[in-house]
């Protein structure tokens, strides 16, 4: 099942076609807005700081045009006239105080985004984990990696543009154009309306003319990091098939799509700076230009003229930056909306309201009239399909490719959840208890154990983070593992390398029994555990997993009949039914049965 999100129709549309355009498919900048104003409500009082001190650097810095204005008459009065010292110390104060404001302002920015950062980060994480195995099944995990780590960045980004470059870039220039108007209404009115129309035209360049392009480019940063962590992760079997080169070949056509999209969002950011470049020429024109003018016909003294001056040196430079802010803003937006995709997203599987902890109990289990159909599938794989499991019991699941064995220990586990019907596990139907709690109720040993790149120690007591040394080298010594983790040069403390490579298949087995037999649970699941190794092995696993289905209900999935012979029942599926059921002998004394053909072909 695919996972489904709580979408707003003007905010967020899904790809009907995975070649279809990315910049079509995405949210809002004021859905990816919203989302932020939620980060940075985290923390009040540093906001609140960053905004204060902005707005008090930005009022002092309207004050040193005008202070620079009166220095300047001051002196051309000549020293007989006043002193210029005061207008000085006030030019030199409003200056300090203006510095002062803006590394106050940038004190409470730098805490504030650390931990907004953090949380933002590690919140994509949590939520990621807990989208389904086919969300997980269909997705790049090193494209999720790179969407988390550069929303990450990109908050950030966000964040100092707009409190530190955008909102004091449109308060200085409403600022002068104000301060002009009062005094010269001509002068202050041009101004104004270049500014109003730079301002404009900037959100639209970013919005509908660098905006597109830059989602494209981001599709393909995040296809280049899926590429990475595909070709990475499977390197032995690159090496194996000696594909080094044509390796290289597909990811330098993948860089090279990527360099043409990027090529085309950068020029594009070059040419929306001519609007810059001519807007700070019409603005050179208004204020200083009106002002000789002014000037020139007595109206205003060389002091203004100044005045004028140092005002377009200090809107110019805040228009010239706006514009790049802005750009950096859009871009940003455009690179933490994946994150907001994950915050708007849903699992297809969530805890009830009301849920409970499970309660361990023996291990029975029942399935009631169960029904469930696969996302995208319009045949259900289960129809009306009720079976009861005792506690204790081993049960053995045995049939063709897609008969519904996996699918079975999927909705115990809680993985998927029924359309009909309902599962219970000692009288507790698991939608109404937590998953995480279900969860560590049933213990699993996989075909392919995936083991992190943590030392051995660690993997065994993953289901029991808490068990002691004592009880960890006790699992290890159950699960036949004790000898050849005593053999590895830091024992227990070795690292096993990622996802376990360091350890051969057997070994990273037994790792894994271990791990179920520390976890102590009274549910255990054997998905095709000794399916890829040798007789040898197999038989010393099978020795080690005696151990642990002791007192526990037991289900296994295996191929291989000869592991299954001492089960309780086998029961035998076909197209999500149990045709057949009953022990090994029984089963294979039905000579026209299912079990009995499948026993023949082991066999022979």
Same mark, same amino acid.
């Given at each position: 099942?695919?996972?489904?999100?709580?979408?707003?129709?003007?905010?967020?549309?899904?790809?009907?076609?995975?070649?279809?355009?990315?910049?079509?498919?995405?949210?809002?900048?004021?859905?990816?807005?919203?989302?932020?104003?939620?980060?940075?409500?985290?923390?009040?009082?540093?906001?609140?700081?960053?905004?204060?001190?902005?707005?008090?650097?930005?009022?002092?810095?309207?004050?040193?045009?005008?202070?620079?204005?009166?220095?300047?008459?001051?002196?051309?009065?000549?020293?007989?006239?006043?002193?210029?010292?005061?207008?000085?110390?006030?030019?030199?104060?409003?200056?300090?105080?203006?510095?002062?404001?803006?590394?106050?302002?940038?004190?409470?920015?730098?805490?504030?985004?650390?931990?907004?950062?953090?949380?933002?980060?590690?919140?994509?994480?949590?939520?990621?984990?807990?989208?389904?195995?086919?969300?997980?099944?269909?997705?790049?995990?090193?494209?999720?990696?790179?969407?988390?780590?550069?929303?990450?960045?990109?908050?950030?980004?966000?964040?100092?543009?707009?409190?530190?470059?955008?909102?004091?870039?449109?308060?200085?220039?409403?600022?002068?154009?104000?301060?002009?108007?009062?005094?010269?209404?001509?002068?202050?009115?041009?101004?104004?309306?270049?500014?109003?129309?730079?301002?404009?035209?900037?959100?639209?360049?970013?919005?509908?003319?660098?905006?597109?392009?830059?989602?494209?480019?981001?599709?393909?940063?995040?296809?280049?990091?899926?590429?990475?962590?595909?070709?990475?992760?499977?390197?032995?079997?690159?090496?194996?098939?000696?594909?080094?080169?044509?390796?290289?070949?597909?990811?330098?056509?993948?860089?090279?799509?990527?360099?043409?999209?990027?090529?085309?969002?950068?020029?594009?950011?070059?040419?929306?700076?001519?609007?810059?470049?001519?807007?700070?020429?019409?603005?050179?024109?208004?204020?200083?230009?009106?002002?000789?003018?002014?000037?020139?016909?007595?109206?205003?003294?060389?002091?203004?003229?100044?005045?004028?001056?140092?005002?377009?040196?200090?809107?110019?430079?805040?228009?010239?930056?706006?514009?790049?802010?802005?750009?950096?803003?859009?871009?940003?937006?455009?690179?933490?909306?994946?994150?907001?995709?994950?915050?708007?997203?849903?699992?297809?599987?969530?805890?009830?309201?009301?849920?409970?902890?499970?309660?361990?109990?023996?291990?029975?289990?029942?399935?009631?009239?169960?029904?469930?159909?696969?996302?995208?599938?319009?045949?259900?794989?289960?129809?009306?399909?009720?079976?009861?499991?005792?506690?204790?019991?081993?049960?053995?699941?045995?049939?063709?490719?897609?008969?519904?064995?996996?699918?079975?220990?999927?909705?115990?586990?809680?993985?998927?959840?029924?359309?009909?019907?309902?599962?219970?596990?000692?009288?507790?139907?698991?939608?109404?208890?937590?998953?995480?709690?279900?969860?560590?109720?049933?213990?699993?040993?996989?075909?392919?154990?995936?083991?992190?790149?943590?030392?051995?120690?660690?993997?065994?007591?993953?289901?029991?983070?808490?068990?002691?040394?004592?009880?960890?080298?006790?699992?290890?010594?159950?699960?036949? #593992?004790?000898?050849?983790?005593?053999?590895?040069?830091?024992?227990?403390?070795?690292?096993?390398?990622?996802?376990?490579?360091?350890?051969?298949?057997?070994?990273?087995?037994?790792?894994?029994?271990?791990? #179920?037999?520390?976890?102590?649970?009274?549910?255990?699941?054997?998905?095709?555990?000794?399916?890829?190794?040798?007789?040898?092995?197999?038989?010393?696993?099978?020795?080690?997993?005696?151990?642990?289905?002791?007192?526990?209900?037991?289900?296994?999935?295996?191929?291989?009949?000869?592991?299954?012979?001492?089960?309780?029942?086998?029961?035998?599926?076909?197209?999500?039914?149990?045709?057949?059921?009953?022990?090994?002998?029984?089963?294979?004394?039905?000579?026209?049965?299912?079990?009995?053909?499948?026993?023949?072909?082991?066999?022979?």
């Amino acid at each position: 099942m695919t996972d489904s999100a709580v979408t707003d129709e003007e905010d967020f549309r899904y790809p009907e076609d995975p070649d279809d355009d990315p910049a079509r498919n995405t949210l809002s900048n004021m859905a990816v807005l919203r989302y932020l104003a939620r980060q940075w409500a985290r923390r009040p009082v540093l906001l609140t700081g960053m905004i204060v001190f902005m707005l008090a650097a930005t009022v002092v810095e309207l004050m040193i045009p005008l202070a620079a204005g009166r220095l300047i008459d001051a002196l051309a009065a000549g020293p007989d006239a006043s002193s210029p010292w005061p207008a000085f110390a006030l030019y030199l104060g409003a200056a300090a105080v203006y510095y002062a404001l803006r590394q106050s302002a940038s004190r409470c920015e730098v805490p504030f985004s650390a931990a907004n950062m953090a949380d933002l980060t590690t919140e994509a994480f949590g939520k990621v984990q807990r989208f389904s195995l086919d969300w997980h099944a269909n997705t790049f995990a090193g494209s999720v990696v790179r969407k988390i780590t550069r929303g990450m960045w990109a908050y950030d980004t966000i964040t100092f543009n707009i409190v530190l470059g955008v909102a004091p870039a449109v308060l200085v220039m409403l600022g002068i154009a104000l301060v002009m108007a009062v005094r010269w209404p001509l002068v202050g009115g041009a101004a104004f309306l270049v500014m109003v129309a730079f301002v404009i035209s900037s959100l639209m360049l970013s919005r509908y003319y660098i905006r597109p392009q830059n989602i494209r480019s981001n599709a393909l940063d995040s296809e280049i990091g899926g590429a990475l962590a595909d070709s990475i992760g499977g390197v032995a079997t690159v090496k194996s098939f000696g594909s080094e080169a044509r390796e290289d070949e597909r990811f330098h056509a993948l860089t090279w799509r990527w360099h043409a999209e990027t090529k085309k969002t950068w020029g594009r950011y070059v040419n929306s700076w001519l609007v810059n470049i001519a807007t700070d020429l019409t603005m050179q024109a208004a204020l200083v230009g009106l002002l000789v003018w002014q000037w020139s016909r007595g109206a205003a003294s060389a002091g203004d003229v100044v005045a004028a001056l140092t005002a377009y040196m200090i809107v110019s430079s805040y228009m010239r930056r706006f514009g790049e802010h802005v750009q950096q803003v859009q871009r940003g937006l455009d690179e933490v909306q994946d994150l907001a995709v994950f915050d708007l997203q849903e699992s297809e599987v969530n805890d009830a309201e009301d849920a409970a902890e499970f309660r361990r109990g023996e291990g029975a289990i029942r399935f009631v009239a169960v029904g469930f159909t696969y996302a995208g599938q319009e045949r259900p794989l289960y129809t009306d399909f009720s079976l009861d499991i005792a506690p204790g019991e081993k049960v053995a699941l045995v049939g063709p490719t897609g008969s519904g064995k996996s699918t079975f220990v999927k909705l115990v586990q809680r993985l998927y959840d029924v359309s009909e019907g309902g599962v219970l596990i000692d009288g507790q139907d698991v939608r109404a208890v937590t998953q995480d709690s279900l969860r560590r109720s049933i213990a699993l040993v996989p075909q392919d154990p995936a083991l992190f790149h943590r030392s051995i120690s660690e993997n065994i007591a993953y289901g029991r983070p808490e068990a002691s040394r004592e009880e960890i080298m006790a699992a290890a010594k159950a699960a036949h #593992a004790d000898a050849f983790i005593d053999r590895l040069p830091q024992g227990y403390e070795t690292l096993v390398g990622e996802r376990g490579v360091k350890l051969s298949g057997g070994e990273r087995q037994r790792v894994a029994i271990a791990r #179920a037999i520390l976890a102590d649970a009274p549910i255990l699941i054997l998905d095709e555990a000794t399916s890829s190794l040798d007789n040898e092995t197999e038989r010393e696993i099978q020795q080690a997993m005696g151990a642990v289905m002791q007192g526990r209900t037991t289900i296994i999935i295996a191929h291989r009949l000869s592991t299954i012979r001492d089960a309780d029942r086998i029961l035998v599926f076909e197209n999500g039914r149990i045709v057949e059921q009953g022990t090994h002998d029984q089963l294979e004394a039905r000579t026209d049965g299912v079990y009995a053909r499948l026993a023949a072909l082991a066999a022979g």
